[in-house]
């Protein structure tokens, strides 16, 4: 009985906890985005739940759309060049900028675009990554140097707990895996991995 009630159990938590993490994190989501713009509803007597995220969201569609044409842009690329030459604000918002770029495929971002394996923390240990960026290491007096690819290896629980490792080209083996299934792979411990991993050579 002990042992029926233990593995059902387990079975249960499997099922239950994604549940209740991706509703809870969607909820702080909703709550903070609806919070930015319902304070000026509020004042005015209107206190309609979720009326400030649907300001929010129409408000970026608004701008997206805007970035298109050639006022919009002459007022964004203005804005821009403002915030990035007032002081402590630049930090922070080029920061912010510059890696929503990198991530969005809009924007022709190429981090996380491939799955590699490479040899870490030791030679002979195998650690999956993703990669971001590839650099030239040039060498004195102008000579070509090696081609460094820089991977980045996310920590389980949290992606954004991990480390970033420049590796030489030739060492970089790209894996035949989805950045989804990669992610799956890497953030479960190893616990969610495929049959068998296929090598497609190195990184290009």
């Known amino acids: 009985m002990w042992e029926w009630l233990r593995n059902n159990f387990a079975r249960g938590v499997v099922i239950i906890i994604p549940v209740v993490i991706t509703v809870w994190l969607l909820n702080e989501v909703f709550v903070a985005l609806d919070r930015i713009i319902s304070p000026i509803f509020v004042q005015y007597g209107i206190n309609v739940p979720g009326l400030g995220l649907a300001t929010m969201l129409l408000l970026i569609l608004i701008v997206g759309i805007l970035s298109r044409n050639l006022i919009g842009k002459l007022v964004l690329t203005t804005f821009d060049s403002l915030m990035r030459r007032l002081p402590i604000v630049k930090t922070i918002y080029t920061a912010v900028k510059d890696v929503l770029a990198a991530f969005s495929a809009s924007q022709g971002g190429k981090s996380f675009k491939q799955v590699v394996l490479i040899e870490y923390p030791r030679k002979g240990i195998y650690s999956i990554g993703f990669v971001t960026n590839e650099i030239r290491m ?5 000579k070509s140097g090696t081609k460094l690819i ?8 949290n992606p954004t707990s991990g480390v970033m490792v420049m590796v030489p080209e030739k060492d970089v083996r790209v ?5 989804e299934e990669g992610l799956k792979f890497a953030l479960s411990a190893g616990i969610v991995t495929p049959k068998s991993l296929e090598d497609l050579g190195v990184t290009k």
Do not use: F, I, T, W
């Open 138 to 142: 040039r060498r004195a007096r102008g």
């Open 150 to 157: 820089s991977v980045y290896l996310a920590h389980p629980p």
């Open 175 to 179: 894996l035949k895996m989805s950045v």
